[in-house]
């Protein structure tokens, strides 16, 4: 087949606009007549820095990001190298605002050990890290603390098993989440993108009191960003990985508070990490050293900023409103699908809850029968022989998932809510 033939609804890496790979195949070759592709250039070149910045700008202006207000940086660490970024970051914000509460409290002149000894003391009775779990990447985010840290310091504030018969596929009221007095951070992610379980919006419990303070909010927004308007200034972290709504696989965006950079903070040195038992950041995971740098820490992939800058301006160019626009358009292919699957109760059964359905990954399993799981192997093998493809759930869950990304056009949508009727009624 060609690409023309194929729909693919994989969970990413995710098919990307064919314009785009095709100005990309050209840019592979010969950037700019300047007879080196893009990937042969110096990332320090001036055509490098450009392309960053560029990019940097146009996701600020689709997500209406205060550039004043927060930094965006590129990294190569993958949404799951975020999982300890946004450990090792936070963490050191947090000692570094205790580390001011300790001088002003025992006197800037105070003598060392003495300073070390209270905030080993505060570290001991007071770090937390909350983790909302909703789903397998929260929980792999939630791990990873644990690891990095110890149990002692992760606070598993809410378990969505714990609703679900052990399973994903509900959010907790936000009434019963445990959260710590002075989190170092509130961890959760927006999209879950194996069980299909997404925010309908933002945790209200999370939200800023009105003078300005609140938690520490931590996003993981790698499968549902660009799809829809969420309020930035309540996260003082978000990042995604570039596979999904944004670009090609090799470069992951972190969007940080400049509050929490320097000079507003400055992360604490080895040595004082080390007194306090706590673990130093690989410099590649440091925030405040790659937004110095701004993403040139070290070699960066150019040609994954250039893709992702490419679709950044396709989606510009396509949605005069925004991300608003592409909103709009993301719920109406998952209303189509949600609705060709509800039309069907005896062949189809959505696997999340009503309320919390993604608008990105859409799981569900083929009933149709009474045997699963040879009705979905039927059912995905009629589905790439009408070109529909990538429709297998995530291995750990099984059935089937939809992936709903920017990339795949409404008539996509169309095709596979037509299927799903067609396989039914069969
Ligand atoms: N977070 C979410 C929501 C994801 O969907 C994924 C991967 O699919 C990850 C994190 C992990 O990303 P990576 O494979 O880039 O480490």
Known sequence: PTRADITYFGAGPAALPTDVLETAAQALLNYNNTGLGIAEHSHRSELATNIINEAKADLATFLDIPTDEYETIFMQAGGTGEFAASVYNLVGAWVAR????????????ADEAKVVEALRKRVQSRLKLDYIVTGGWSLKAYQEAVRL???????????????????????PDQSTWKLSEDAALVYYCDNETVDGVEFPEFPSVLAPRADGSGPIVVADMSSNILSRRFPVRNYSLLFFGAQKNLGCTGVTVAVIKKSLLPPNTVQPTPTLLRKLGLPIPPIILQY?????????????????????????????????????GQQKVAEQKANLLYAALEAHPDVYRIVPDKSVRSKMNICFRVTKGGNIDEAEKAFLKEATS?????????????GIRASNYNSIPLEGAQNLAKFIEDFAKA
């Open 98 to 109: 205790q580390h001011a509460a300790v001088l002003k409290e025992l006197g800037a002149d």
């Open 149 to 171: 840290l110890g149990p002692e310091y992760v606070n598993l504030a809410a378990d969505a098993r714990t609703i679900n018969d052990g399973k994903f596929g509900k959010i």
């Open 288 to 324: 405040e050293t790659i937004a110095k740098n701004n993403s040139l820490y070290n070699t960066l992939s150019i040609f994954d900023v250039y893709i992702a800058g490419q679709v950044l301006k396709k989606l510009l160019r396509t949605f005069p409103d925004k991300v608003d």
């Open 386 to 398: 009408r070109g529909l493809t990538g429709l297998k759930g995530h291995r750990s869950v099984g």
